[in-house]
Every structure is written in C-alpha cells, then in structure tokens.
Nanobody, 125 residues
C-alpha cells in the first residue's frame, strides 16, 4: 500500500512562490506516476500537474502552464510542485496522487489509486 503525505502549503501574497512536496512510502511505489490536484472552496477537485514514473513526461493544466513545475526524485521517493507567480485563484487544498497508469487523458479524470490528505495553499490579494 502506497501512502502519500503532502507538505509546504501556507499563506503567500499574489505573485509569490511556494514549493509543495509529497513523500511516498510503501514497497509498491515503483512504477507509479504521480501528480497534483487542487480543490478550491465550493468547487470540484481539478487536475494541476502530473509526471510519469521516469520523470520524462509531464503534463499541466492550462491554468498553471508556465507558472508551475512538477518534478520527482525516485531515490527519495518524493514529488514536488514549484508554484511561481501565484494568483488568488490558486487558493485551494492541494492533493498529491499516485497511480500505476500514466497518461494525461487518464489523469485529468482523477480516478487514481492513492491520494494524500492535502495541504492548504492560500494566496492573498
């Protein structure tokens, strides 16, 4: 069983940056694609970014392209989300996710095997 724990959320001003990290544990982590979703108050959870197991393929929601960067370290078993030029509309709970299957059309649907508990990001205007 893979477990995911997010960290790095907090309060930041518009235009600022935050770096989220997700630590995975569990002997079945090998081969898992990983990614991030967010859920704003009163809205459904949405895909933000994903990365393949090798790290060679990444995919971003249009709303974050050019501002967010996803990366992973398979030796440390972590996946990070560097968020720059933050906007008030980025305010949300950010969830880390993992699944053995990779592919943008699969990931954006959000039916993934493992989820973290979430970390809150608040961007003040």
């Amino acid at each position: 069983q893979v477990q995911l724990v997010e960290s790095g959320g907090g309060l930041v001003q518009t235009g600022g940056s935050l770096r989220l990290s997700c630590a995975a544990s569990g002997r079945t982590f090998s081969g898992y694609a990983m990614g991030w979703f967010h859920q704003a108050p009163g809205k459904e959870r949405e895909f933000v970014a994903g990365i393949s197991w090798s790290g060679g393929f990444t995919y971003y929601a249009n709303s974050v392209k050019g501002r967010f960067t996803i990366s992973r370290d398979n030796a440390k078993i972590t996946v990070d989300l560097q968020m720059n030029s933050l906007k008030p509309e980025d305010t949300a709970v950010y969830y880390c996710a993992a699944d053995p299957k990779w592919g943008p059309s699969f990931w954006i649907k959000g039916y993934l095997e493992v989820w973290g508990q979430g970390t809150l990001v608040t961007v003040s205007s």
